[in-house]
Protein backbone atom coordinates (compact mmCIF):
# COMPACT_ATOMS: atom_id res chain seq x y z
CA UNK A 1 0.00 0.00 0.00
CA UNK A 2 1.09 3.69 -0.31
CA UNK A 3 3.44 4.76 2.20
CA UNK A 4 5.50 8.27 2.62
CA UNK A 5 7.84 8.58 5.45
CA UNK A 6 9.12 11.90 5.72
CA UNK A 7 12.56 12.39 7.90
CA UNK A 8 15.27 15.28 8.17
CA UNK A 9 13.30 17.88 10.53
CA UNK A 10 14.75 19.13 14.05
CA UNK A 11 15.98 22.56 15.16
CA UNK A 12 17.20 24.81 12.99
CA UNK A 13 19.10 28.86 13.46
CA UNK A 14 17.52 31.83 11.95
CA UNK A 15 18.98 32.04 8.77
CA UNK A 16 19.82 28.15 8.70
CA UNK A 17 19.05 25.45 6.17
CA UNK A 18 17.98 21.75 6.60
CA UNK A 19 16.78 19.32 3.55
CA UNK A 20 13.60 17.49 4.25
CA UNK A 21 13.12 13.83 2.59
CA UNK A 22 9.99 11.60 1.77
CA UNK A 23 10.31 8.41 1.13
CA UNK A 24 7.86 6.85 -1.05
CA UNK A 25 6.55 3.60 -1.12
CA UNK A 26 4.02 1.37 -2.45
CA UNK A 27 3.67 3.26 -5.66
CA UNK A 28 6.44 5.39 -8.39
CA UNK A 29 7.08 8.87 -8.13
CA UNK A 30 6.91 9.01 -11.90
CA UNK A 31 3.07 8.60 -12.06
CA UNK A 32 2.02 11.09 -9.22
CA UNK A 33 2.53 14.88 -8.88
CA UNK A 34 3.72 14.93 -5.51
CA UNK A 35 3.54 18.12 -2.78
CA UNK A 36 4.89 19.83 0.59
CA UNK A 37 1.75 20.77 2.74
CA UNK A 38 3.36 22.07 6.24
CA UNK A 39 0.98 23.45 9.36
CA UNK A 40 2.62 25.39 11.85
CA UNK A 41 1.87 24.67 15.60
CA UNK A 42 -2.00 24.93 16.21
CA UNK A 43 -2.65 26.73 12.71
CA UNK A 44 -4.23 25.39 9.16
CA UNK A 45 -2.89 23.98 6.65
CA UNK A 46 -0.40 25.92 4.10
CA UNK A 47 0.15 24.38 1.23
CA UNK A 48 4.19 24.88 -0.12
CA UNK A 49 5.28 23.34 -3.12
CA UNK A 50 4.40 20.92 -5.75
CA UNK A 51 6.58 18.79 -8.40
CA UNK A 52 4.72 17.90 -11.96
CA UNK A 53 4.84 13.51 -12.61
CA UNK A 54 7.51 14.13 -14.94
CA UNK A 55 9.86 16.42 -12.69
CA UNK A 56 9.57 18.80 -15.50
CA UNK A 57 7.55 21.53 -13.36
CA UNK A 58 7.58 22.82 -9.73
CA UNK A 59 5.52 25.59 -8.34
CA UNK A 60 5.93 27.24 -5.02
CA UNK A 61 3.75 28.93 -2.32
CA UNK A 62 4.17 32.69 -2.04
CA UNK A 63 6.20 33.06 1.35
CA UNK A 64 8.95 29.87 0.80
CA UNK A 65 9.60 31.47 -2.96
CA UNK A 66 13.25 31.48 -3.63
CA UNK A 67 14.02 30.12 -0.46
CA UNK A 68 12.92 26.30 -1.26
CA UNK A 69 13.60 23.95 -3.87
CA UNK A 70 11.72 20.59 -4.15
CA UNK A 71 13.41 17.90 -5.88
CA UNK A 72 13.01 14.14 -6.00
CA UNK A 73 15.42 11.26 -7.14
CA UNK A 74 13.00 8.71 -9.09
CA UNK A 75 15.57 6.03 -8.49
CA UNK A 76 15.71 6.21 -5.14
CA UNK A 77 11.61 7.24 -4.91
CA UNK A 78 12.66 9.67 -2.40
CA UNK A 79 10.96 13.20 -2.83
CA UNK A 80 12.70 16.03 -1.16
CA UNK A 81 12.41 19.43 -0.24
CA UNK A 82 15.37 22.14 0.55
CA UNK A 83 14.54 25.24 3.16
CA UNK A 84 17.65 28.01 3.24
CA UNK A 85 17.39 31.09 4.85
CA UNK A 86 14.91 29.52 7.35
CA UNK A 87 12.55 31.93 9.57
CA UNK A 88 10.75 32.09 12.94
CA UNK A 89 8.06 31.69 10.75
CA UNK A 90 9.03 27.94 8.72
CA UNK A 91 8.39 26.85 11.90
CA UNK A 92 5.77 24.00 10.95
CA UNK A 93 5.34 20.45 10.76
CA UNK A 94 6.12 19.71 7.15
CA UNK A 95 3.91 16.56 5.24
CA UNK A 96 4.92 15.66 1.77
CA UNK A 97 1.74 14.94 -0.01
CA UNK A 98 0.87 12.62 -3.12
CA UNK A 99 -1.82 13.89 -5.61
CA UNK A 100 -4.76 11.76 -6.67
CA UNK A 101 -3.32 11.71 -10.31
CA UNK A 102 -1.21 12.54 -13.29
CA UNK A 103 -2.81 15.61 -15.15
CA UNK A 104 -5.18 18.42 -14.12
CA UNK A 105 -7.03 18.57 -11.70
CA UNK A 106 -6.41 15.38 -10.02
CA UNK A 107 -2.58 16.38 -9.62
CA UNK A 108 -3.57 19.32 -7.28
CA UNK A 109 -5.42 17.33 -4.64
CA UNK A 110 -4.27 15.01 -2.31
CA UNK A 111 -4.76 11.68 -0.85
CA UNK A 112 -1.95 10.33 0.90
CA UNK A 113 -0.14 12.43 3.59
CA UNK A 114 2.59 11.21 5.40
CA UNK A 115 3.28 11.41 9.32
CA UNK A 116 5.23 15.19 8.67
CA UNK A 117 7.96 15.90 9.83
CA UNK A 118 8.81 19.05 12.67
CA UNK A 119 10.83 21.78 12.01
CA UNK A 120 11.45 24.20 14.21
CA UNK A 121 13.29 27.84 13.78
CA UNK A 122 14.88 29.39 17.02
CA UNK A 123 17.94 30.99 18.19
CA UNK B 1 -3.42 33.94 -4.90
CA UNK B 2 -7.18 32.88 -4.51
CA UNK B 3 -8.40 33.64 -0.64
CA UNK B 4 -10.50 30.67 0.76
CA UNK B 5 -12.90 31.53 3.15
CA UNK B 6 -14.96 28.73 5.20
CA UNK B 7 -17.94 29.61 7.44
CA UNK B 8 -18.16 29.33 10.18
CA UNK B 9 -15.11 29.11 12.36
CA UNK B 10 -16.60 27.03 14.52
CA UNK B 11 -20.10 24.92 15.24
CA UNK B 12 -21.23 22.84 17.87
CA UNK B 13 -23.80 19.81 16.92
CA UNK B 14 -24.70 16.79 18.55
CA UNK B 15 -24.72 13.44 17.47
CA UNK B 16 -27.32 12.90 14.22
CA UNK B 17 -27.79 16.75 13.20
CA UNK B 18 -27.19 17.89 9.93
CA UNK B 19 -23.60 20.16 9.62
CA UNK B 20 -23.00 22.34 6.80
CA UNK B 21 -19.95 24.26 6.07
CA UNK B 22 -19.47 26.80 3.34
CA UNK B 23 -16.11 27.72 1.60
CA UNK B 24 -15.73 31.14 -0.20
CA UNK B 25 -13.25 31.68 -2.91
CA UNK B 26 -11.81 35.08 -3.90
CA UNK B 27 -12.18 34.35 -7.42
CA UNK B 28 -14.00 31.34 -9.69
CA UNK B 29 -12.26 28.35 -9.67
CA UNK B 30 -14.70 26.18 -11.22
CA UNK B 31 -15.53 22.94 -9.45
CA UNK B 32 -11.73 22.38 -8.51
CA UNK B 33 -12.03 22.14 -4.89
CA UNK B 34 -11.45 19.77 -1.90
CA UNK B 35 -12.61 18.74 1.53
CA UNK B 36 -10.25 17.32 3.92
CA UNK B 37 -10.81 16.00 7.98
CA UNK B 38 -8.30 16.60 10.12
CA UNK B 39 -8.40 14.92 13.77
CA UNK B 40 -6.10 16.26 16.75
CA UNK B 41 -2.40 14.79 16.31
CA UNK B 42 -3.52 13.07 12.91
CA UNK B 43 -3.32 13.83 9.21
CA UNK B 44 -5.19 15.27 7.04
CA UNK B 45 -7.59 13.11 4.97
CA UNK B 46 -9.24 13.57 2.01
CA UNK B 47 -13.34 13.89 2.13
CA UNK B 48 -14.38 15.10 -1.35
CA UNK B 49 -12.41 16.46 -4.61
CA UNK B 50 -13.72 18.76 -7.77
CA UNK B 51 -16.50 19.61 -5.59
CA UNK B 52 -18.79 16.42 -5.32
CA UNK B 53 -16.60 13.51 -5.98
CA UNK B 54 -16.50 11.23 -2.43
CA UNK B 55 -13.24 9.99 -2.18
CA UNK B 56 -12.96 6.32 -2.04
CA UNK B 57 -13.74 4.93 1.55
CA UNK B 58 -15.73 7.98 2.91
CA UNK B 59 -19.02 7.53 4.16
CA UNK B 60 -21.83 8.45 1.77
CA UNK B 61 -22.80 10.65 4.49
CA UNK B 62 -20.62 13.82 3.84
CA UNK B 63 -21.54 15.37 0.50
CA UNK B 64 -19.85 18.13 -1.62
CA UNK B 65 -21.79 20.95 -3.50
CA UNK B 66 -21.48 24.43 -5.11
CA UNK B 67 -19.38 26.12 -8.36
CA UNK B 68 -17.57 29.08 -9.09
CA UNK B 69 -16.98 30.71 -6.00
CA UNK B 70 -19.50 28.99 -3.26
CA UNK B 71 -19.08 25.54 -1.85
CA UNK B 72 -20.85 23.63 0.75
CA UNK B 73 -19.90 20.14 2.87
CA UNK B 74 -22.28 18.88 4.13
CA UNK B 75 -22.33 15.83 7.02
CA UNK B 76 -26.04 13.93 6.66
CA UNK B 77 -25.80 12.49 10.53
CA UNK B 78 -22.98 14.17 12.70
CA UNK B 79 -21.63 10.73 14.01
CA UNK B 80 -18.98 10.50 17.20
CA UNK B 81 -15.98 10.23 14.50
CA UNK B 82 -17.01 13.50 13.01
CA UNK B 83 -15.81 15.62 15.47
CA UNK B 84 -12.67 17.04 13.89
CA UNK B 85 -11.77 19.88 12.27
CA UNK B 86 -12.46 20.22 8.06
CA UNK B 87 -10.71 22.36 5.86
CA UNK B 88 -11.22 23.43 1.85
CA UNK B 89 -8.89 24.02 -0.92
CA UNK B 90 -8.83 25.07 -4.02
CA UNK B 91 -7.04 23.56 -7.08
CA UNK B 92 -7.66 26.21 -9.72
CA UNK B 93 -4.16 27.52 -9.64
CA UNK B 94 -1.12 27.76 -8.17
CA UNK B 95 -0.17 28.59 -5.42
CA UNK B 96 -2.61 26.39 -4.25
CA UNK B 97 -4.61 27.35 -0.93
CA UNK B 98 -6.98 26.29 2.23
CA UNK B 99 -9.61 27.73 3.78
CA UNK B 100 -9.04 28.63 7.88
CA UNK B 101 -10.54 25.32 8.86
CA UNK B 102 -14.01 24.56 10.79
CA UNK B 103 -14.09 23.04 14.38
CA UNK B 104 -17.25 20.86 14.47
CA UNK B 105 -16.96 20.03 18.45
CA UNK B 106 -19.63 18.61 20.83
CA UNK B 107 -22.65 20.14 21.71
Known amino acids: QVQLVESGGGVVQPGGSLRLSCAASGFTLRSFAMHWVRQAPGKGLEWVAV????????FYGDSVQGRFTISRDTSDNTLFLQMNNLRAEDTAVYYCAKAIGRQQPESRYFDHWGQGTLVIVSS | DIQMTQSPSSVSASVGDRVTITCRAS??????LAWYQQKPGKVPNLLIY???SLQSGVPSRFSGSGSGTDFTLTISSLQPEDFATYYC?????????FGGGTKVEIK
Open chain 2, 50 to 52: ATS
Open chain 2, 27 to 32: RDIRSW
Open chain 1, 51 to 58: ISSDGSEK
Open chain 2, 89 to 97: QQANSFPLT
